[in-house]
Nanobody, 119 residues
Framework: QVQLAESGGGLVQAGGSLRLSCAAS????????MGWFRQAPGKERELVSS????????YYLDSVKDRFTISRNIARNTIYLQMNSLKPEDTAVYFC????????????WGRGTQVTVSS
């Protein structure tokens, strides 16, 4: 069974930085992509950033471009989200997700980690 373990959330002042990590583990793990979603209170979950496992191409939500950077460590089956110049509107629960080979969408989810940005 594939599992995702997230870490790195917390409370930070506006303009500050945080780094999220997500480690994937499990038998015969093979993924197409991994990504970070977020959900703020009263809002729908949105894809913040993603990275394809083969090739490393990336996607960013417009509102986080030039502030967030996603990266991966293939040997460790881990992705990172470096978040700089954080804004109060970045406050949300951040979820790591993985799309397995053969899946049409992200099908493995982490439990989420809270990111709170104070003004």
């Amino acid at each position: 069974q594939v599992q995702l373990a997230e870490s790195g959330g917390g409370l930070v002042q506006a303009g500050g930085s945080l780094r999220l990590s997500c480690a994937a583990s499990g038998r015969t793990l093979s993924q197409v992509a991994m990504g970070w979603f977020r959900q703020a209170p009263g809002k729908e979950r949105e894809l913040v950033s993603s990275i394809r496992w083969s090739g490393g191409s990336t996607y960013y939500l417009d509102s986080v471009k030039d502030r967030f950077t996603i990266s991966r460590n293939i040997a460790r089956n881990t992705i990172y989200l470096q978040m700089n110049s954080l804004k109060p509107e970045d406050t949300a629960v951040y979820f790591c997700a993985l799309q397995r080979v053969g899946a049409l969408k992200y099908d493995i989810w982490g439990r989420g980690t809270q990111v709170t940005v104070s003004s």
